[in-house]
């Protein structure tokens, strides 16, 4: 009886402990944020870079000459889509007057409607509340907290070339750290693998729903495609709400451009790619679902975006996403990962007399 009353105290112990620890740890992150943010940035797009520098490397092109070459298409692209950003903006700006009167032709039969029912509402109230410069408001300042980074791009850039150099001995590394030098710690292995295969997936999806959206802004006849195929591209990391946040301002501008044709139009457009590229492409190419339940994307965008700022929103669920697969390589926290997940199912393996649980998507 007094062992067990000792034991249940030297977990509470532990759990105090672990509880401590982790407010310091974030209060430390949050403090360092500058620091942090372009350190999580380069580690993620140094990710992202790593299957292309593998795949110049084994075509006998050298590594470091491999590296130059992949880091020069990412700057160029940078720069390309800083100036695709900037030049939408200002004239959008520009155009603010002209999509004001827009906006007053589409709601005057809207507001005369209403009237019918004795729901009277002026032009200019209902302009106050869906001014057309608020389109961007969500969108710019995304795109305004990257840009920010800008001011350390020579520090993101070099360590993004450090990272890519260090890649190829990172496993062996973890390893000899954790007391391995066998390499028999697969959970290692199988934690980078996973890592590096989701988001690689993940980008290439959101290219794809970047191009396809934008093609279609462009049939339609949206003004800045180019600007709300980048948003999509962006928001794709964050499924379920990154998809409607990143629809709200080319449907409205669709709106007003075109009228209720036009924003359904544009609605139509979003919701299929999303539903194919969410619940069709990209299940079938990671070959199972790493979803994370809607209730977790959503606490985990509130969560980072308070830690990191507007770029953590954008890391939220990557980030989540890491820790999750963390978890599920580890004994101990599997069942953490399976309530991060969405949907679960347990699925019976008979040659092991095992049950595991899988998410579906």
Known sequence: MALNRLEQGSMALRSVVFLAAMVVILAAVKTASDIVV???????????CSPLVRMLVRIRLPRGLAIFAVMAIVILLGIWLGSVVGSSIN???????????QLTAQLAPALEYLAQFNIHLSTDEVKQQFDPGQLMGLATDILSGLGGLLANTLLIVLTVVFMLFEAS?????????????????????RFLDSVNRYLAIK?????????????????????YFLLWALVAFLFNYIPNIGSIIAAVPAVALAF??????GAAATSVLYVAVNMVMGNVVEPRVMGRSLGLSTLVVFL???????LLGSV????????????????????????????????????SQPMQGQMTVEGKQ
Do not use: C
């Open 256 to 261: 007003l451009q075109f009228g209720w044709t």
């Open 312 to 347: 953590g929103m954008l890391l939220s669920v990557p980030l989540t996403m890491i820790v999750k697969i963390a978890l599920e390589s580890s004994e101990g926290g599997r069942w953490i990962a399976v309530l991060l997940e969405g949907d679960p199912q347990i699925v």
């Open 38 to 48: 372009p350190f999580l940035l380069a580690l993620f797009v140094s990710i992202i």
């Open 169 to 189: 001995g990172l496993s062996r590394k973890l390893h000899f750290a954790l007391d391995d030098p066998q390499m028999r710690l697969q959970q290692i292995d």
């Open 203 to 223: 980008t290439l999806v959101s290219i794809a729903t970047g191009v396809v959206v934008g093609i279609g802004l462009y049939l339609i006849g949206v003004d």
């Open 91 to 101: 004239d959008f700006r520009s155009q603010l007057p002209s999509y004001r009167n």
């Open 300 to 306: 985990s965008l509130i969560f980072w975006g308070w």
